[in-house]
């Protein structure tokens, strides 16, 4: 059965895989539409396509929000149309080539998704630096730099429905992922508590159309970066390290860590490898879903549909609402970045 396509906006509609939460999406204007992360699965980028055709629509953009594997499988199903990506996308794409390419396949091979010619990163046809516009009939669309989750992540905004586009930020399903930068991240999300957002898509979780919402997520994301930068700071004055194991511990209630041998027993220190947004330490392009199981730690944590897991070093993650498995380091980490 096709996934439904809902209308967000009056320009903007929106369709979540059934695999990862991950939103899709469109904007439409006078027979033109601009793609966002079209995915994930083959007949579910078809049935996108379809739709737009049915609506009179010619596909004049397709956007990719960053270059993680899960939101770069739409573009060979649109050939032609102009793709357009930030200017980081394409060191991104060269420097963790391989491990794209192998989550891929893990995730089709799991997925049972049968390829006839072998996948083919895609290239855009435009970069931009900070921002950017984007002309889709009547509309205006800015494309904005939105590091810390990724080098290369954009956000897509139209001004005057207060529709934002977030990416892999601000998911009520997901913790905020430093993959990149926790500096970054940080800018991004005081820069967006600026903005006049009526209308919110994250990359994966729920749309949100109400104001407290979304000035809760903000809110909520914005205090969680915080006290990661405190705890991290913390274990630094302590002398821990990220080779160093965790110890179990008794406090935390917003950010908890443990090893799967040690989920039943409670949460563990930071200062590990598997300590969640350690700046640049979060593997990129590793990040597979599935629903929670019966364990301890899942059952410590109110919870919604799918999560988040890392096939590198695993460590459990919990704060309110969300329940997340964040892995360890493909690079160790270096600084929190320029401040």
């Not at 996308?89 to 049972?112: H, K, P, T």
């Not at 005057?160 to 926790?182: C, R």
Request: include cysteine.
């Amino acid at each position: 059965m096709p996934q439904p396509i809902t209308q967000l906006t009056p320009h903007l509609w929106v369709t979540q895989s059934r695999s990862l939460i991950m939103n899709s999406g469109v904007f439409f204007s006078e027979g033109q539409a601009c793609l966002i992360d079209p995915g994930l699965y083959p007949e579910e980028i078809d049935d996108l396509a379809r739709f737009v055709n049915e609506r009179g629509a010619q596909p004049r953009w397709l956007v990719l929000t960053h270059s993680h594997w899960d939101h770069i499988l739409g573009p060979e199903r649109f050939p032609g149309v102009t793709t357009i990506a930030h200017a980081n996308y394409l060191a991104e794409v060269e420097q963790f080539d391989a491990g794209i390419r192998r989550e891929i396949s893990r995730w089709e091979q799991q997925s049972s998704v049968k390829r006839e010619m072998p996948f083919v990163i895609p290239r855009p046809d435009e970069t931009f630096m900070i921002e950017t516009t984007v002309i889709v009939g009547a509309l205006t669309l800015r494309l904005t730099h939105v590091p810390g989750h990724a080098a290369d992540q954009l956000a897509v905004y139209h001004a005057e429905s207060g529709a934002l586009w977030a990416s892999d930020i601000l998911s009520d399903a997901e913790i905020p992922f430093v993959s990149d930068n926790l500096s970054a991240y940080e800018r991004t999300l005081a820069m967006l508590a600026r903005w006049d957002i009526r209308a919110l898509v994250p990359g994966h979780g729920s749309a949100a159309t109400e104001k407290g919402e979304i000035q809760r997520r903000l809110a909520e994301d914005r205090a969680y970066l915080s006290e990661l930068r405190a705890r991290i700071e913390r274990a630094i004055r302590e002398g821990k390290s990220v080779d160093k194991p965790c110890t179990p511990s008794k406090s935390s209630n917003r950010v908890t860590i443990a090893s799967p041998s040690n989920t039943a027993r409670g949460p563990a220190a930071c200062g590990s490898r598997s300590a969640p947004g350690t700046p640049r330490s979060c593997s990129k392009n590793c990040r597979r879903v599935r629903k929670c199981s019966s364990s301890a730690a899942a059952r410590a944590s109110p919870r919604r549909g799918n999560w988040p897991r890392s096939s590198k070093s695993p460590g459990w993650i919990s704060r309110p609402g969300r329940l997340c498995w964040q892995g360890g380091a493909s690079r160790q980490p270096d600084s929190f970045g320029p401040t």
